[in-house]
């Protein structure tokens, strides 16, 4: 607590004013958690000081708080350009990052618990700069601005990528909330940027990529081999199943889940803890992208049927825990779908379920199971309405290649198992 205190003032965040009257005062708030290393074991506690967002007016003292972050496509998409090209990959840290937004609203906020100052202890904190739930929208937009005056522009396939061309060198910085990874063509051009960075911000180079968003990292001779073994396993130990005998398979084909499959499971609350923590999870693991999607329809209100097969999902990752996704040195130069499409697959609804894979050389990229908005008449439509889906993702990928400076070079191949639904297509 008392270093989160001292980085407060030593960043001007606030200061002690007068009560004024007819003006809206938050309250102020710690937050504690356990710091973990990329191996999972303990690393510290943290503290955190936040201002009560649930006293806040919209218009008045608070306004958007949405930030933009990286999509899991873009972080693969760089990783593997970056992988083809043998360039440095380096993660950042930057020191009590959500410190630095400036904050455009009119914020009074009661003195933290603990640390009220016996001079003016009737004072409240003006807030100059953003605390902790405004801080993010406020922190990407000074983080923007600032790698603007040094010749980065975002992507506009994607705002959390940007890019900085210098002659033949390029560099990518890739940016999710406080999370930072750089590479660039040159090392002397990686360094340059790191000293940039450095002296506008609190910010260190933690070394080469090795873990990222709860996401380990690790080198091997064909490539990379990304990871999330440590969430995995505390998913299991969240569910209470660290004892559980092993799914050979995460999905039951035969059986089908409906939204009126018995009784209400008792605790709805563990249940869509489990399933946004699978969600998660398919990050690295799209082999249970599909059985993942259907227990997430049911979170509204979930059954005991719902939770036996999350559990079988959870029994699968049991036996499969090692798993991830292999990123390979590959060719970049062409792009390759898959589609398919289950038609009429909800009983309740009798919606179609469409998925996609999309591969940049050997490298996957892209993937996706989702429910069909719509209706299907025919198993046509269905697998129609799946190929458009995996079209619109590809000219995305396209996009942001050629953002990238590395365009596709030769035409995408779609590939489709319904032969009705290619004639149509043509």
Not at 36 to 53: I, M, P, Q, T
Request: aromatic share 12%; glycine share 6%; hydrophobic share 35%.
């Amino acid at each position: 607590m008392v270093d989160e205190y001292d980085a407060l003032i030593k960043n001007k965040t606030w200061e002690l004013v007068p009560h004024p009257n007819d003006v809206n005062l938050i309250r102020s708030m710690w937050i504690f958690r356990h710091k973990k290393k990329y191996y999972g074991s303990f690393e510290r506690y943290k503290a955190r000081l936040v201002g009560d967002g649930r006293s806040q007016q919209v218009g008045a003292d608070c306004d958007e708080t949405f930030s933009p972050v990286i999509k899991p496509a873009t972080i693969r998409a760089v990783l593997s350009i970056a992988l083809s090209h043998s360039w440095p990959m380096h993660q950042l840290d930057v020191m009590n990052a959500f410190l630095h937004g400036n904050l455009n609203e009119t914020v009074y906020m009661h003195q933290p618990m603990g640390f009220r100052d016996p001079k003016y202890p009737n004072h409240v904190c003006l807030l100059k700069k953003s605390l902790y739930g405004q801080s993010p929208r406020a922190w990407y937009q000074r983080f923007a601005d600032y790698v603007f005056t040094i010749g980065f522009s975002h992507s506009r396939a994607d705002h959390s990528l940007f890019i900085n061309c210098r002659g033949s060198d390029i560099a990518y910085i890739l940016l999710y909330v406080d999370d930072i990874i750089l590479t660039a063509s040159s090392d002397a051009l990686r360094k340059s940027i790191m000293s940039l960075l450095s002296a506008e911000f609190a910010m260190k180079d933690l070394g080469p990529l090795s873990y990222f968003l709860g996401i380990s990292i690790t080198r091997t001779s064909g490539g990379l081999f990304i990871s999330q073994k440590n969430y995995a396993t505390d998913i299991i130990e969240r569910a209470g199943m660290t004892s559980c005998k092993s799914s050979h398979t995460p999905v039951d084909t035969k059986a089908k889940l409906g939204a009126s499959a018995g009784p209400s499971y008792g605790d709805p609350t563990h249940y869509r803890q489990l399933a946004g923590a699978l969600q998660y999870l398919t990050f690295t693991r799209p082999d249970i992208s599909y059985v993942v999607q259907q227990v997430c329809l049911h979170m509204h209100d979930p059954k005991v049927e719902h939770m036996n097969a999350l559990k079988r999902i959870v029994r699968y990752i049991q036996g499969t825990i090692d798993l991830g996704l292999h990123l390979y040195k590959s060719s970049i130069a062409s792009l390759v779908s898959y589609t398919d499409a289950y038609w009429g697959g909800c009983p309740d609804t009798r919606r179609s379920t469409s998925g996609y894979c999309i591969f940049l050389g050997d490298n996957l990229l892209s993937w996706s199971s989702k429910q069909q908005p719509t209706l299907s008449k025919s198993s046509v439509e269905a697998e129609y309405r799946g190929v458009a889906n995996v079209v619109f993702e590809s000219c995305w990928l396209q996009n942001l290649l050629l953002e990238l400076r590395c365009p596709i070079r030769k035409d995408t191949l779609v590939y489709c198992d319904n032969v009705s639904a290619i004639y149509l297509l043509r």
